[in-house]
Nanobody
Framework: VQLQASGGGLMQAGGSLRLSCVDS????????MGWYRQAPGKQRELVAS???????NYVNSVKGRFTISRDNAKRTVYLQMNSLKPEDTAVYYC???????WGQGTQVTVSS
């Protein structure tokens, strides 16, 4: 099983990006999924998660700006990031929370 993340890039503050993460696991719909990020010199933190039933949770710093969603038919989890701030700069990782495996990470850089 593997996760393939994409969608990162360079964006100016106030802009938007959408990250995607495709899971190869055929029972993806049963799995809770998470998006994490790791900024230089900092620990990896959970940014958002979505349960198999669609319940969402967010870290306080992104509430109202980021939205996590999933498309079970495409085995994909998304992270829509709006009103980006320089402090959102990090490598973003998706994770299958049920089985504990990670995607490869995608860089998001927000310039001021």
């Amino acid at each position: 099983v593997q996760l393939q993340a994409s969608g990162g890039g360079l964006m100016q503050a106030g802009g938007s990006l959408r990250l995607s993460c495709v899971d190869s696991r055929i029972f993806f719909s049963l799995d809770d999924m998470g998006w994490y990020r790791q900024a230089p010199g900092k620990q990896r933190e959970l940014v958002a998660s979505i349960s198999s039933g669609g319940s969402e949770n967010y870290v306080n710093s992104v509430k109202g700006r980021f939205t996590i969603s999933r498309d079970n038919a495409k085995r994909t989890v998304y992270l829509q990031m709006n009103s980006l701030k320089p402090e959102d700069t990090a490598v973003y990782y998706c994770r299958n929370e049920r089985l504990g495996y990670w995607g490869q990470g995608t860089q998001v850089t927000v310039s001021s």
